[in-house]
């Protein structure tokens, strides 16, 4: 299949602009998807789709890669980003991608995504992260996904609400004391766990025991909704994004950071490298001082550039 063809002609140009279109863009994005919209394009780099063309065969993918979970964003173009405050404008954004095909290709990336944030029914602020978004999904899936019927069922809470709940202790007991948590899914009143300050952020979602793995087939029994398969930084499963109270997180410490570039987690553009307390993280090497809010993304795998070169010599 051609370039073309997928529908994604326009965007191809813009491979490596990506980085710095939303360096330029975050100032003018809210708050609430700032942080949100670079976890998601860590979650889905143009480099994991460019490693799955290049293996079509995903039993060997899983196999080679060790691959689990949903990893291929044409599988989930319009859930991978139900984390994204802006989520609610994903219908209005998928009509407005057809014209914006159709129309004279914008001379910068820059200019296409405030284009598309332009034609909907929003505030840019709170449109420019899922507009964004939105055209990746277009590069990476093309357009046949924008035919597919979808309704966003919209919360009630404003952008400042969602902020102000996002890394805040939860009121529990007969007083209404309040104690510290992790909010893994904003979008479920019951979408969070106790935190002991000074634990590991796996070591307190150890503690809920709810079936978590009848929804998530990663998690196991008992053992919480991150899913793991150790504590020690080995298996680089329990890898998250980190949404709110970043601040009350210990900084990453160099065994963390050198099993996140082992895990291939990291080598992508859009990781901040320097960053003391970066947007991704492993919850089993994550000390939180405080409530916090993560998103668990749907896949996890080990296929870093090293791995990659290891699998080329022996084929």
């Not at 100032?27 to 490693?51: G, V």
């Not at 590069?139 to 019927?149: A, I, K, S, Y």
């Amino acid at each position: 299949m051609n370039k073309t063809s997928e529908g994604d002609g326009l965007l191809w140009r813009f491979d490596g602009d990506w980085p710095d279109a939303l360096g330029e863009l975050s100032a003018e994005m809210h708050t609430i998807d700032r942080d949100a919209c670079w976890i998601w394009f860590q979650f889905f780099p143009l480099a994991l789709k460019d490693l799955l063309d290049a293996t079509p065969d995903r039993k060997v993918l899983e196999q080679v890669y060790q691959f689990r979970g949903t990893y291929q964003l044409a599988d989930i173009p319009d859930t991978s980003h139900r984390f994204l405050y802006g989520h609610r404008y994903w219908p209005a954004v998928k009509r407005a991608l057809v014209p914006v095909m159709a129309d004279e290709p914008k001379p910068t990336l820059v200019e296409t995504i405030r284009s598309l944030a332009a034609r909907l029914d929003g505030p840019s602020d709170l449109t420019l992260a899922i507009s964004a978004v939105g055209l990746m999904t277009l590069r990476q899936v093309g357009p046949d996904f924008l035919t597919r019927p979808y309704s966003r069922i919209v919360g009630s809470e404003t952008a400042e609400q969602v902020l102000r709940s996002r890394a805040t202790n939860a009121k529990r007991g007969l007083f209404g004391r309040s104690k510290p948590r992790v909010v893994m899914d904003e979008g479920q009143s019951d979408g969070w766990f106790p935190l002991v300050p000074g634990q590991h952020i796996t070591t307190a979602a150890e503690l809920d025991k709810r079936p978590h793995h009848e929804t998530n087939r990663r998690c196991s029994i008992g053992n919480g909704p991150i899913p793991v398969d150790c504590r020690s930084g080995t298996c680089g499963t329990c890898w998250v994004g980190i949404l709110g109270g970043n601040e009350k997180l210990d900084p990453v410490e160099p065994f963390e950071r050198k099993r996140m570039e082992y895990f291939g987690y990291w080598e992508n553009p859009f990781h901040r490298s320097d960053d003391l307390r970066p947007l991704i993280r492993l919850a089993c090497q994550c000390v939180a001082r405080g409530s916090c809010g993560i998103v668990i993304p749907p896949w996890n795998g080990v296929w870093s550039r090293k791995r990659q070169e290891a699998v080329a010599r022996r084929t």
